[in-house]
């Protein structure tokens, strides 16, 4: 019983330790979703491809932390000619993978959209797929922060993965 105890503290022990260095150790990678934090305003320009269609865009983005600070949250009001369309978006930070993760929603419901951002320096890159007619479709979007408060983002997609092609390109300038 008393063995029984101990090993009970033990692991209890292990485990608290090991929370607590993981936890230390992801908070700098956490922080940089801190990047974010604020309210943008977008404009940009998608242009006429196989997948998406020439026209204007704008859009106000407010991001926060959660009130855990883990996750980064993220709603979007986008305006096209056709409409607005409304966006959500949470990130996070996977410790046991050491990558960053979103899920995007859209308003008009469906499945989440997700991607693994990599960040290298002032860059982040999300790579995603979407199916069309049967086939995997990749995209990926970079976003560069070329200043605190300014972004700049370009959205491609590729039928072969080498070749890629850009549907938007725009700006993000955060006014709060």
Known sequence: ?????????????????????????????????????????????????????????????????SPNRRFLISDQIIKKADGTVDQLGVYGYDPHAKGFYSYTFFGAGGAPFSSKPVINGNVWIYNGAFKSGGETIKTRTTNNFILRDTMIFETQYSEDGTHWVTMMKGKDVRIK
Request: charged residues 20%; hydrophobic residues 50%; contains cysteine.
């Open 1 to 65: 019983m008393v063995l029984r105890g101990i090993l009970l503290v033990a692991l209890v022990s292990v485990a608290f330790a090991h929370g607590k260095s993981v936890k230390d150790s992801d908070s700098n990678e956490i922080a940089k979703l801190g990047v974010f934090v604020g309210k943008w305003k977008t404009a940009g320009e998608v242009f006429n491809t196989k997948f998406s269609h020439a026209a204007k865009t704008s859009s106000i983005m407010t991001c926060v932390w």
